[in-house]
């Protein structure tokens, strides 16, 4: 049997990462052999994260990665198990390398990177890490040609990252965009919107949200009620997708019969009703203002929608913009975390 010293036990701890004792055990199982030890390492590591596997990995962080002359950008999302391995150098280079890996190769799926050369260094990374981590999904947009704006945003804590695109009537003003467009990805870094546009909403998703939001105010006034507070206003709508040009004729109507019956002069309606008109719009549009990018109320200017603050900027340039695409990744977006039985996790490691 060979001798195991010290300098090999520090040779493959520095190779591999891996704790010294586990380093020692494996060459004496290797007699020596350094090859077959980082084999041994890489076995028992990745077979540890594999017991991991029903573990919920929803911390981590997302990568960016942008070109310099903006015409392509990469988000990904890596996750892990804690917060803690996720603040971990080897964690965060492994997020770089994989953000530069989607970025530079263009891989179709998750799956393509798994199967690739460079998901053995990732599987290798993970078995360093020692615990459950996941490329849970990844996103790159290019700008196509010169008309095309592309810019994004990465949240200070690498936790939040967005995309953001726009077809531009020139060159010119395409280039002239690209700091509106990262405005606006901080923006939805910030607001959180789901989709692009109020267009983009099923009929079936905005009626349920109807119902249940018009309930949710209703329970609310209940207690304002009873606290003696003014009672907030219920909505007959909540999305411009149901605000038909009939729904819109009725409130202009309505807007008339209430102000005869306060006795304002005809002559002055025209200077009411569209003001009025446009509170109506702005009732009854709720979810468009929480979830449609395009129509929620610009951070910059709460007098404008962002699709009306990117139209003013572009204005300004002497041309005309229009956002056509964004993508935001938040870490752990839509995972639902497992909850712990703390003593059954004790007395299952006690055994």
Request: glycine content about 6%.
């Amino acid at each position: 049997m060979a001798d195991i010293t010290a300098a090999m036990v520090k040779e493959l701890r520095t190779a591999t990462d891996a704790p010294m004792m586990d380093c020692k055990k494996v060459l004496v199982e290797a007699d020596g052999d350094m090859a077959k030890a980082t084999e041994l390492l890489k076995e028992r590591g990745i077979a540890k994260a594999a017991k991991k596997a029903d573990r919920v990995a929803a911390e981590g962080l997302v990568g960016f990665k942008i070109a310099d002359d903006f015409s392509k950008a990469t988000i990904v999302e890596i996750n892990s198990e804690t917060d803690f391995v996720a603040q971990n150098d080897g964690f965060k280079d492994l997020i770089l390398k994989t953000t530069e890996e989607i970025y530079s190769n263009s891989p179709a799926d998750v799956d393509a990177i798994k199967s690739s050369s460079f998901g053995t260094y990732f599987s290798e990374s993970v078995a360093k890490i020692g615990e459950k981590i996941d490329i849970r999904r990844f996103a790159t947009l290019s700008a196509d040609d010169d008309t095309v704006a592309l810019n994004g945003y990465i949240h200070s804590n690498n936790r939040i990252a967005v995309i953001v695109l726009a077809k531009c009537d020139s060159a010119k003003t395409a280039e002239g965009m690209r700091d509106t467009l990262k405005q606006v990805a901080m923006h939805a870094s910030a607001m959180k919107p789901t989709t692009l546009s109020y267009k983009d909403f099923d009929a079936e998703f905005v009626a349920s949200e109807t119902i249940g939001r018009i309930e949710a105010i209703k329970k609310e006034n209940e207690e304002l009620a009873r606290l003696g507070k003014t009672l907030k206003n219920i909505p007959q709508y909540i999305s411009m997708s149901q605000l038909t040009d009939s729904v819109l004729a009725q409130a202009e109507a309505d807007i008339k019969a209430e102000l005869k019956a306060q006795g304002k002069p005809e002559k002055i309606w025209d200077k009411i009703i569209p003001g009025s008109l446009a509170r109506f719009i702005d009732d009854n549009t709720t979810l468009d203002k929480e979830q449609a990018l395009l129509d929620q109320t610009y951070v910059l200017d709460d007098k404008k929608t962002v699709a009306e603050a990117v139209e003013a900027a572009a204005k300004k340039l002497g041309g005309s913009a229009e956002i056509v695409e964004f993508i935001r990744f938040e870490v752990g977006e839509g995972i639902e975390k497992k909850a712990d039985d703390f003593a059954a996790e004790v007395a299952a490691q006690m055994g």
